[in-house]
C-alpha cells in the first residue's frame, strides 16, 4: 500500500488550525504551530487560497477558511448560490435564445430544477423549479451524467425508462452518448422526453472545474433543431457561452 502524502497532511492539518483558531492566523502564527518552514506553510496557504478553501484578509494579510468548504457537507452546490449566481446570465440566454431557461443540478439520481426563467412570449407556461427530471431523457440530465464519476454506472444494466419512441434505452447507447457530450461540451435531446419538445444544455463548473450544475434552454422541436434534426448551431454557441459565464461567476478560471 502506498505511504500517506505529506502535503495533503499539512494542508490538512492548515485547515484544522484555521478552523480552531477564534481569528485570522498569519503565515508565521500557522508556520509556528505545526512545525513548518514558513516557506512550505506559505506554498500550501496559495494553493488552499486559488482552490478557496481558505481566504486572505487584504488588509492584515491573515488567513481564515474559505466559503468553499462550506459546500463540502452537502453532495452539491448550495441550490441558492447556483441560482443566485446564474439568475441574470439566465434571463438573457432566454433573451438571446428567445426560448425556456431552466438551471438544474443531481439529486437522488433526478435533475432537480433549480432555477426556470420563462420564453419570453405571452404563452402560458408552467414554472418547473422544484421538477426533478430523468437523466438519461434531458440535455441537462445528460450534462450532468456525463461529468458525475459514478452517475451513469449507477443506472444499471437494466432497460432505462422510456418516456417517447425516441427514449435512449440502451445503457451502453446512453455511454456512447455521454462520451460524445465530454468530448463536444454540451449535450441535446430531441423528443425524449416529451414529443414535440427538444432541449440543449451545457455544464457550469465551480472550482477546479468541477460540474456543480447544467443550464439550457428547451422548447419546440422545430425551433430547437434545424430541418435535417440537428440542434440549431446558434443556440448551441448561446448556452454555453451562458454556462462559461456562471462558470466564471462561480470560480472556474478556465471556463
Known amino acids: 500500500m502506498p505511504g500517506p502524502v505529506q502535503s495533503i ?6 485547515l484544522r488550525l484555521l478552523a480552531r483558531s477564534s481569528g485570522r492566523l498569519g503565515v508565521g502564527e500557522i508556520a509556528t504551530s505545526l512545525g513548518l518552514a514558513r516557506g512550505t506553510a506559505h506554498g500550501l496557504l496559495r494553493t488552499l487560497q486559488r482552490v478557496g478553501f481558505v481566504e486572505q484578509d487584504a ?20 441550490v441558492n448560490e447556483l441560482r443566485s449566481r446564474a439568475i441574470n446570465w439566465a ?40 421538477a ?12 450532468l451524467l456525463a461529468y458525475e464519476a459514478g ?16 427514449t435512449i434505452t440502451s445503457p451502453k447507447t446512453l455511454a456512447r452518448a ?14 425524449e422526453t416529451t414529443i414535440g419538445e427538444a432541449g440543449i444544455a451545457a455544464p457550469i463548473r465551480g472550482h477546479g472545474g468541477l460540474v456543480v450544475g447544467a443550464i439550457g434552454v428547451s422548447g419546440a422541436v422545430e425551433r430547437i433543431c434545424d430541418g435535417a434534426g440537428r440542434p440549431d448551431t446558434a443556440l448551441v454557441a448561446f448556452v454555453r457561452d451562458a454556462a462559461r459565464a456562471v462558470s466564471r461567476d462561480l470560480g472556474a478560471s478556465r471556463w
Do not use: M, N
Request: glycine fraction near 8%; hydrophobic fraction near 50%; aromatic fraction near 4%.
Open 151 to 166: 452517475a451513469a454506472a449507477a443506472l444499471g444494466e437494466d432497460p432505462l425508462e422510456a418516456f417517447t419512441r425516441k
Open 9 to 14: 497532511e499539512r494542508a490538512a492539518a492548515i
Open 59 to 78: 488588509a492584515t494579510a491573515k488567513y481564515q477558511l474559505g466559503a468553499a468548504l462550506l459546500h463540502l457537507g452537502t453532495s452539491y452546490l448550495d
Open 91 to 130: 434571463d438573457a440566454l432566454a433573451a438571446r435564445s428567445g426560448e425556456a431557461v431552466r438551471i438544474g443540478t443531481l439529486l437522488d439520481g433526478r435533475v432537480l430544477v433549480v432555477h426556470h426563467v420563462f420564453r419570453p412570449d405571452d404563452t402560458l407556461q408552467t414554472l418547473d423549479v422544484g
Open 132 to 143: 426533478l427530471l430523468p437523466l438519461h431523457a434531458t440535455a441537462l440530465g445528460k450534462v
Open 178 to 191: 455521454l462520451t460524445r457530450v465530454r468530448e463536444v461540451g454540451w449535450a441535446a435531446e430531441s423528443e
